[in-house]
């Protein structure tokens, strides 16, 4: 049973636009949704999170929307550029950031110049 | 600071051999994670240890998987024996007690031929 559904599988994006993936989850326990990021070759990095008492949050180019009613929540790469290219995942937990995070499968994103 | 380490980040050995998997988690960290990536199945958290305890070996595919931490600064998995379905990324991520972010280590290629 997949706890977190994340699409697309990949993505590919020109210079400047807009990247968004997308995540769905089905425990309504979860109250802790993280994206994180994975370069070839390295670990995932901690990119941006989100708990589900605000509906959106910003970090420089990169936006959460969450949805509460709809179990969904999502990341946008404003003005994408080549260098966010990498896999990026979705996970959530419940028990805050405390609790053992559930991943999505993994988005490959790819900005073309 | 060092961030965490992993050794060894690759790992090629035959079906029916002991393999060890080591990581030194960040400095003053109390949690530490061990996690397993593959295309198939996404990044799968395998055990859990706080203040060098096992919490949560749910993750761990079978008997022949087993974790260890004897200090706060070591960490082992050993697969024994191992098989080619246990091919795949191993990651290693620690957090400091009641902060978000589980920071990951490079990960350790791990093939049995």
């Known amino acids: 049973q997949q706890q977190v559904k994340q699409s697309p599988q990949s993505l590919i994006v020109q210079k400047g636009g807009i990247s968004i993936i997308n995540c769905a989850y089905e425990n309504t326990a979860f109250d802790y949704f993280p994206w994180y990021q994975q370069f070839p070759g390295k670990g995932p990095a901690l990119l941006i999170a989100?708990?589900?008492?605000?509906s959106e949050k910003k970090e420089g180019r990169f936006t959460i929307s969450f949805n509460k009613s709809a179990k969904q929540f999502s990341l946008h790469i404003m003005d994408s550029q080549p260098g966010d290219s990498a896999t990026y995942f979705c996970a959530a937990s419940k028990g805050g950031s405390q609790g053992n995070l559930i991943f999505g499968k993994g988005t490959k994103l790819s900005v073309k110049p | 600071d060092a961030g965490v380490i992993q050794s060894p980040r690759h790992e090629v050995t035959e079906m029916g051999q002991e393999v060890t998997l080591r990581c030194k988690p960040i400095s003053g960290h109390n949690s530490l994670f061990w996690y397993r990536q593959t295309m198939m199945r996404g990044l799968e958290l395998l055990i859990y240890f706080n203040n060098n305890v096992p919490i949560d070996d749910s993750g761990m595919p079978e008997d022949r998987f087993s974790a260890k931490m004897p200090n706060a600064s070591f960490s082992t998995l050993k697969i024994q024996p191992s098989e080619p379905r246990d091919s795949a990324v191993y990651f290693c991520a620690s957090r400091l007690g009641g902060a978000d972010t589980q920071y990951f280590g490079p990960g350790t290629r791990l093939t049995v031929l």
């Open positions: 989100i708990r589900p008492d605000v």
